[in-house]
């Protein structure tokens, strides 16, 4: 069972926004900075958000990241085609003596 | 920046498996790199990482004891050995440059089976 958690799934049609919430504790993302990935089938992780919600270059602005408390949120405007991936968040988390930690991802389907 | 790992392989239970990570395109001793790997369907795990600086390690609490993670700095390469293989272990395995970084190598296959 991940230490961060996330809906299993979520879905929207072609130009709607979707939200991707995952929730911690006080020990990973009420503390830490907060990662996000998109993971398309036989791919590595691509990085979206680092720093709760800084996006790397050439990550389009539709997706945003955001954090409040121990939970983060990813959202996806103007959904497209190509999102249809799996997104994970993750987190440094300080319990057993300090580690890296995925959530168990959540698969976007564009409907 | 390039992370480039080593093929395939093809283990017996109880065996070890050593992967490499090649980086090019940025200062080798400037990063840590990580170890993390996802099984067929799950989502990903950190084992653990190498700090290129001065070569200290840090790794999961669950792979206390069978993990290896070292580097050769002239070749920029970084190696991360598992032992005691169990079927469980079977799972693509990447290297990953400091987080905010994005950038991860194209995974390396491990099979373990009899």
């Known amino acids: 069972q991940s230490v961060l958690t996330q809906p299993p799934s979520a879905s929207g049609t072609p130009g709607q926004r979707v939200t991707i919430s995952c929730s911690g504790s006080t020990s990973n993302i009420g503390s830490k900075d907060v990662y996000w990935y998109q993971q398309l089938p036989g791919t590595a992780p691509k990085l979206l958000i680092y720093?709760?919600?800084q996006r790397p270059a050439g990550v389009p602005d539709r997706f945003s990241g955001s954090k409040s408390g121990t939970s983060a949120s990813l959202a996806i405007s103007g959904l497209r085609s190509e999102d249809e991936a799996d997104y994970y968040c993750a987190a440094w988390d300080d319990s057993l003596s300090g580690r890296f930690v995925f959530g168990a991802g959540t698969k976007v389907t564009v409907l | 920046v390039h992370l480039v790992q080593s093929g395939a392989e093809l283990k017996k239970p109880g065996a070890s498996v050593k992967v490499s990570c090649k980086t090019s395109g940025y200062i080798f001793t400037r990063n840590a790199l990580h170890w993390v790997r996802q099984a067929p369907g799950q989502s990903l795990e950190w084992m653990g990482y190498i700090n290129a600086a001065n070569g200290n390690t840090k790794y999961s609490q669950r792979f206390q004891g069978r993990l290896t993670i070292t580097m050769d700095t002239p070749a920029n390469t970084a190696y991360m050995e598992l032992s005691s293989l169990t079927s469980e272990d079977a799972a693509v395995y990447y290297c990953a440059r400091d987080w905010s970084t994005g950038d991860w190598g194209q995974g390396t296959q491990v099979t373990v089976s009899s």
């Open positions: 720093g709760n919600y």
